[in-house]
Nanobody, 124 residues
């Protein structure tokens, strides 16, 4: 599967953005998808994930109650709605997919497929 994240931009603190993850290729056997973010000099961090067959969602502590991961349709199967944005949410956001059921949904290393990131900048 090939992935591409979009929807990033510049927003003021307290504002909202909705990221989208376009996909092409085999999306039928996906086990889970997730959103991660990364800032310069830091490791990529898990923010939200969704189990594909049950639609069970998981969130990182820093975004619980503010971000919502959801499934879409066809060529854009994944979204991330971000509300109450804070300057510390500034990062490059990546969507990812995995076919394997092994390992934690929040673990970067368990996702085999990654899209190019989209920059989110939150001004204070």
């Amino acid at each position: 599967v090939q992935l591409q994240a979009s929807g990033g931009g510049l927003v003021q603190a307290g504002g909202s953005l909705r990221l989208a993850c376009a996909a092409s290729g085999n999306t039928f056997n996906i086990y889970a998808m997730g959103w991660f973010r990364q800032t310069p000099g830091k490791a990529r961090e898990f923010e939200a994930g969704i189990h594909w067959t049950t639609s069970t969602t998981f969130y990182g502590d820093s975004v619980k109650g503010r971000f919502l991961i959801s499934r879409g349709e066809a060529s854009t199967p994944l979204y991330l709605s971000m509300n109450g944005l804070k300057p510390e949410d500034t990062a490059v956001y990546f969507c990812a997919a995995r076919y394997s059921a092994s390992g934690s949904l929040s673990s970067v290393g368990t996702y085999a497929y990654w899209g190019q990131g989209t920059q989110v900048t939150v001004s204070s």
